[in-house]
């Protein structure tokens, strides 16, 4: 069973910076899309980025110029650089990982955005 464990989440300030990693227990062959989702309290799952195989991108359009996600297929491991932070920030974020048709969540890291 592959496990994705995330690590860089904590407490910052409004307008920092965070970068969340994800790597898996054991490298993942032909890895389709890697991304990151979030949920806050009270509110559903929700997508933040995604990056395919082919290194196309898609983000959640309050990201858009203050998140990058970035992925290493060989190892197995995605990343979120996350600037320029706001308290709506705020959630647990869940790094996902699509070998079709099977789909992994890690189990996720708290990233706390003060004002």
């Known amino acids: 069973q592959v496990q994705l464990v995330e690590s860089g989440g904590g407490l910052v300030q409004a307008g920092g910076s965070l970068r969340l990693s994800c790597a898996a227990s054991?490298?993942?062959?032909?890895?389709?899309?890697m991304g990151w989702y979030r949920q806050a309290p009270g509110k559903q799952r929700e997508l933040v980025a995604l990056i395919g195989s082919d290194g196309s991108t898609n983000y959640k359009d309050s990201v858009k110029g203050r998140f990058t996600i970035s992925r290493d297929s060989a190892k197995s491991t995605v990343s979120l650089q996350m600037n320029n932070l706001k308290p709506e920030d705020t959630a647990v974020y869940y790094c996902y990982v699509l070998q079709a048709p099977h789909g992994y969540w890690g189990q996720g890291t708290q990233v706390t955005v003060s004002s």
């Open positions: 054991e490298t993942i062959l032909s890895i389709n899309t």
